[in-house]
Nanobody
Framework: QVQLVESGGGSVQPGGSLRLSCAAS??????MAWYRQAPGKQRELAAL???????KYVDSVKGRFTISRDNAKNTVDLQMASLKPEDTAVYYC?????????WGQGTQVTVSS
């Protein structure tokens, strides 16, 4: 059973930055990603990264968020800049391997003045 442990959430003012980190307990051969769920909304993909480093972002975060991974350390990070109030959500780390998927426990990101 793969465990994903997230860190780095918190509160920040609009325009600020935060970095989320996620560490997997085992090697992840497949996609790693960050999803987010705002209050009253469905969970959505924010960004994903393949093992070879290909990335995909939801349109609303393009140019502001950067996802990266370290395959040797089994980690995936999400650098968030120019944060907006609409980025407020619980952010979940996601990983998949051989048709199995795992989720982290979620970390709260609040953007407010």
């Amino acid at each position: 059973q793969v465990q994903l442990v997230e860190s780095g959430g918190g509160s920040v003012q609009p325009g600020g930055s935060l970095r989320l980190s996620c560490a997997a307990s085992e090697n992840i051969f497949g996609i790693m990603a960050w999803y987010r769920q705002a209050p009253g909304k469905q969970r959505e993909l924010a960004a994903l990264i393949t093992r070879d480093g290909s990335t995909k972002y939801v349109d609303s975060v393009k140019g502001r968020f950067t996802i990266s991974r370290d395959n040797a350390k089994n980690t995936v990070d999400l650098q968030m800049a120019s944060l907006k109030p609409e980025d407020t959500a619980v952010y979940y780390c996601y990983a998949e391997r051989f048709a199995q998927i795992w989720w982290g426990q979620g970390t709260q990101v609040t953007v407010s003045s």
